[in-house]
């Protein structure tokens, strides 16, 4: 027998009369609106007698904007018009940096639903990045696709990489980087990069060791939904625990998802469809996926390495596991008779 689960369970007689209420996307990054999202969402589908808006900064707001198209009670606006009046008519949920939760032990989800719904956790049943509908369908039209264009034209596998990184200590080592680039070269795979500066919370410049040549390089040319297009029609999408690689999330695309400081169980993406390789450093690494383990270490904010040697990052320089993983999406998968996905 089916059960179809509702939330929440209303008593008889609750009272669900029309109210205002205000969701703000402050103080994270890609990968924490996206998380928090979730939430938001379960709020608008459970809850329709709310009126909600969304506060979401410009850069990101393409993307709630096509999550909540659908619900007539989401109203998605500009970050920058919120104003103190907003939050004397409704009750204003505002992440703040002095009074933030103690995030380490908890999935980004799960720190949404405590964040805007007081609700701890995540519904089992309601816990699935929100996937992104009607890409956008002109997005080749414009000449920095150009290169693109032709490679989709000529029905060439292509492969996103995503290099720019938000900390030192999140990061793909640029030895790593550049090999796996010309193994998807030699594999007749397209490498095409993604990233936006002003996307990065925290500003890095990156190491002049990267080696960009035969790529196509679309880094601070797009949008925030244009890249979100170009990952959904990519093989598949590789980097470190970065914003992008949730945004890919919202697709099926398949992913190949490097951790530094928090490992798979706090930060693995949650979707329904499409295949997610993880790669992490060496179990004899001690110190890895430190985070979560030192949850009330005072004065460090983890944004650099408490130990100031990033032994986790170079604990992803190992090309082999990258070589498997691009192995197993690109030649087991694509050239068998049942594929992860096609484009």
Known sequence: MLVDIKAPWYREGT????????FVLNHGGIGDYICWLVCMEWTAKYHPHLDIQIFS??????????????????????KAALTDQHCKDAPTFIPSKDATLNCTGANLVDLGFAYYANKQFAPEYFNNYPKLEQMPPHILEDERFNELEAVIKSNYKFAVLTPYYTNSNRKMPPKVFNEIKDYLIELKVVPVLLGQESWVERRQQLDEEYDFSKCINLLNKTSLMQAAAVMDIADMVIGVDNGLLHLAAMTETPIVFGYTVIGPEYRMPRREKGAIINVEPPKELKC?????????????NFNTCVYKDDLCVQGLEDFVPWKRAINYLVKENYESSNPIRER
């Open 15 to 22: 009272v669900t009369e029309k109210k205002a209420v205000n």
């Open 57 to 78: 900064p410009k850069f990101f707001i393409e993307i709630p904007k096509n999550v909540f198209a659908k619900y007539e009670n989401v109203k998605v606006v500009d």
């Open 288 to 300: 890895r996926y430190c985070l979560p383990q030192m949850r009330f270490h005072f004065n460090h």
